[in-house]
T-cell receptor, first 112, second 116 residues
Framework: GDSVTQMEGPVTLSEEAFLTINCTYT??????LFWYVQYPGEGLQLLLK?????DKGSNKGFEATYRKETTSFHLEKGSVQVSDSAVYFC???????????FGQGTILTVHP | EAGVAQSPRYKIIEKRQSVAFWCNPI?????LYWYQQILGQGPKLLIQ????????DSQLPKDRFSAERLKGVDSTLKIQPAKLEDSAVYLC??????????????FGPGTRLTVT
């Protein structure tokens, strides 16, 4: 079945550092790929998405590129802020029915 | 636009008791999902409705979990009897449609269940 693997966490960075959170997937067909974010005390929010190979999703300074050849969708940000502290989830969708399969999540803490 | 509403936000029960969670999706959203998120893990789909029909309930423990979506709007998820391992956050999400690549799922705040 479909699966998503995220890098082990938690990740702790200083403000303005470069961020990479690795995500790889296994799926049949051509899934869409997503990054969701969960800020403390809040619900899951869509951060960005990509629906086909080589697409780049971007939002709030975060980027991720759909790499079919390496089955990866790594999340990057050039300069993190304290307000980026949250849990980040990589996910893929079943193209037939839309259900999401999530990775285990990566806790990001950014210190001033 | 109002988001996905869920209640209660928190619930503590003893094992073998029953519990119910309620979800009201965004108006006009045909597809509704229930996910279970155990601490330290990503959400796992329990059941997906398209209008008032079930699309996928393959990971729903049907001996103790049940869900319904009467009239294709709000939904109720029930656990009876609860076990310790059911302690988790139960998330409800909705989308305009469950098919195609342009949908987006919107999540509610979740219900945190603790079974003692």
């Amino acid at each position: 079945g479909d699966s998503v693997t995220q890098m082990e966490g938690p990740v702790t960075l200083s403000e303005e550092a470069f961020l990479t959170i690795n995500c790889t997937y296994t799926a049949t067909g051509y899934p869409s790929l997503f990054w969701y974010v969960q800020y403390p005390g809040e619900g899951l929010q869509l951060l960005l998405k990509a629906t086909k190979a080589d697409d780049k999703g971007s939002n709030k300074g975060f980027e991720a590129t759909y790499r079919k050849e390496t089955t990866s969708f790594h999340l990057e940000k050039g300069s993190v802020q304290v307000s980026d502290s949250a849990v980040y989830f990589c996910a893929l969708s079943d193209t037939n029915y839309g259900k999401l399969t999530f990775g285990q999540g990566t806790i990001l803490t950014v210190h001033p | 636009e109002a988001g996905v509403a869920q209640s209660p936000r928190y619930k503590i029960i003893e094992k073998r008791q029953s519990v119910a969670f309620w979800c009201n999706p965004i108006s006009g959203h045909a597809t509704l999902y229930w996910y279970q998120q155990i601490l330290g893990q990503g959400p796992k789909l329990l059941i997906q409705f398209q209008n008032n029909g079930v699309v996928d309930d393959s990971q729903l423990p049907k001996d103790r979990f049940s869900a319904e979506r009467l009239k294709g709007v709000d939904s109720t998820l029930k656990i009876q009897p609860a076990k310790l391992e059911d302690s988790a956050v139960y998330l409800c999400a909705s989308s305009i449609t469950g098919t195609g690549l342009s949908y987006e799922q919107y999540f509610g705040p979740g219900t945190r269940l603790t079974v003692t």
